[in-house]
Every structure is written in C-alpha cells, then in structure tokens.
C-alpha cells in the first residue's frame, strides 16, 4: 500500500496529491500534524534517506525552536526534534513499504509506483 505522509496545507503535498489521483493511484495519506509520527516509522527514514534529508530548516517550526536545540545536532537530537516535531519534517514522503522519497518529484514518485 502506498502512503503519502505530509501536511493538508502545503502545497508539496497538494501538487503530489493531485499527481496519484490524475494517475490512478490508490493510496492512504496520512497527515503528520493530526496524525502524528511514530518512533520506528521515522528510523526507517532516516536509515533509508538520512536525517539530514528529513529535517526542514527552513520550516517555521524550525526556526521557532530555541537555539539551544538547534546547536550541536547529530542524528539522535534531530531524530529526538522531528519525533517531537513532525512539522518540521521535509514533504511529502512517499513510501510503498520498501521504497520512500521526500519531496515532490515525478520521477521518484514513478519509481515508487512501479514497485507496488
């Protein structure tokens, strides 16, 4: 089953959104700020896409944060603020239980497709 996590508002996820339903595609979305994420769903993305990848610093969650947790980052504190704040993560992202993309981008959504 394909998931398309991501938040109602954002136009990334509008334009993705209107991507499968012109092509077809079946799909579950799930919506990061209702919804929330949980711990292993987001170590899997890190460990397939990096936690770099993932963490949105140009997000208005991001720079609301204090600058003491934006200093010294590594993979356990970003994992730690992105599990706290799921709004802060980059989207959409894809997944189709093997393959995950982040960001709107036909031909990784394609990919992703094409192996459900």
Sequence with gaps: MIVLYG????DSVKKARRWLEQHHINY????????????ERLKVWIETLGWQTLLNTRSTTWRQLPATDKQDLDAARAFDIMLAHPTIIKRPILENGTLVAVGFSVAAFNEIVSYT
């Design 28 to 39: 579950r979305y799930h919506d990061l700020r209702a919804e929330g994420l949980d711990a």
């Design 7 to 10: 938040l109602t508002n954002c």
